[in-house]
């Protein structure tokens, strides 16, 4: 097996994470903050799909799904189309108000093709290639990748949770 080959495993396993978490959940699910600062399976979702959809252009060199495909307008949250959540404001995570689960998942599907397409490019020599030497050790990229499959299961393991909750709310 190849380690692209594995690296396209965890993906598929935060793809099932993410239609599971989903599954069901109506608009008031989505957006359920279990506190006025906490995330909702929305945003998190969201969040993890944009931070994949970010890295994943940024490591093949092509723009994002959220732009090139239109999710962006799809969504229409009162955003800048570059942010990805991170360091969002408790009110920034208020405007992503999902209604609709199956939004969620076409966009997270895109972002996965892609993933995946880029991904079947990458050999193990590729995978060792620095890409950012700022770091110390200076990042690969096969470590940015590692980075992002674990920053999706975290969030994705978050997104569950609230849902669990949300369901039985």
């Known amino acids: 097996m190849k380690s692209s080959d594995v690296l396209a495993d965890a ?9 599971r978490a989903l599954e069901g959940l109506d608009e008031r699910a989505l957006n359920l903050r279990l506190d006025p600062d906490a995330n909702p399976v929305g945003w998190l979702v969201w969040h993890l799909t944009r931070v994949q959809d970010d890295h994943i252009a ?3 060199g092509t723009e994002q799904a959220y732009t090139s495909q239109g999710w962006a307008g799809r969504f229409g949250f009162d955003l800048d189309p570059s942010s990805i959540g991170y360091g969002h404001t408790a009110e920034q995570v208020a405007a992503v108000h999902v209604t609709d689960a199956t939004l969620l998942t076409g966009y997270y599907d895109a972002v996965h093709d ?8 990458l050999s193990d020599d590729d995978l060792d290639e620095v890409i950012d030497d700022a770091w110390d050790p200076p990042v690969t990229r096969g470590v940015r990748i590692i980075s992002v499959v674990d920053d999706d299961i975290q969030h994705a393991g978050q997104a569950a949770f609230v849902a669990g909750i949300a369901r039985r709310a």
């Open 11 to 19: 993906f598929g396993r935060v793809r099932s994470d993410v239609h």
């Open 58 to 60: 940024d490591l093949a």
């Open 114 to 121: 892609r993933t995946l397409e880029y991904l079947r490019t």
